[in-house]
């Protein structure tokens, strides 16, 4: 699986817009980029996967260029609730294969 | 639907005793990962089973660890004898299979004094 670069940390503010940039120069062909949150003492949670361009959901956005060697995950109007480490992953869609997660970025979030 | 459980959530032994931890994927979920965070590091892959079959037990440390998965359903990780290295949190993730996405359980803290 292609190696990624976070920033280890953010902070924000209530209300704020934050984008978090993930470097993977290495990506595959076939490789997807994909996004877990994890709050303290919990377990890592899916947010966002995308091949190309811009995917949408619910939670946040992932803007991936035309060649994709980075990607950002934004989140709109973040909350307190939304103070967790984020990991940006690089691997192929249909491919069980383990997880290699990097040292991801935590945003802390202020009132 | 029912999250990935995991049993217990803390356990404190000592250096050479024995501990097993549990797992309980979502039902249906044949994939099954164990994973664990060492004090300070990163997140890393220790196994996956497809059902009650090892699929890759490459991040497995070594053979003080032993994982099973009888009938592909629960699973369980045994340390025997746990060293102090072996303090951390574990933690276990199921998925459908053929999907990238893996749901984490909330992970066992595992410390050996």
């Known amino acids: 699986l292609a190696k990624t670069t976070q920033p280890i940390s953010m902070d924000s503010y209530e209300g704020q817009e934050v984008n978090i940039t993930c470097s993977h120069n290495?990506?595959?062909?076939?490789?997807?980029i994909t996004w877990y949150q994890q709050f303290p003492s919990q377990g890592p949670r899916f947010i966002i996967q995308?091949?190309?361009t811009k995917v949408t959901n619910e939670v946040a956005s992932l803007f991936i260029p035309a060649d994709r060697k980075s990607s950002t995950l934004s989140l709109p109007r973040v909350s307190l609730s939304d103070t967790a480490v984020y990991y940006c992953?690089?691997?192929?869609?249909?491919?069980?294969?383990?997880?290699?997660f990097g040292t991801g970025t935590r945003l802390q979030v202020f009132p | 639907e029912a999250g990935v459980t995991q049993f217990p959530s803390h356990s404190v032994i000592e250096k050479g005793q024995t501990v097993t931890l549990r797992c309980d994927p979502i039902?249906?979920?044949?994939?099954l990962y164990w994973y664990r965070r060492v004090m300070g590091k990163e997140i890393k892959f220790l196994l996956h089973?497809?059902?009650?079959?090892?699929?890759?037990e490459s991040g497995m440390p070594n053979n003080r660890f032993l994982a099973e998965r009888t009938g592909g359903t629960y699973s369980t990780l045994k340390v025997q004898p746990a060293e102090l290295e072996d303090s951390g949190v574990y933690f276990c993730?199921?998925?459908?299979?053929?999907?990238?996405?893996?749901?984490f359980g909330p992970g066992t803290r595992l410390t050996v004094t």
């Open positions: 993730a199921s998925s459908r299979g053929r999907d990238f996405e893996q749901y």
């Open positions: 290495n990506i595959a062909t076939n490789d997807y």
């Open positions: 995308g091949y190309k």
């Open positions: 992953l690089v691997g192929a869609l249909r491919n069980t294969d383990k997880l290699i």
């Open positions: 039902s249906g979920h044949d994939n």
């Open positions: 089973f497809v059902k009650e079959s090892k699929q890759d």
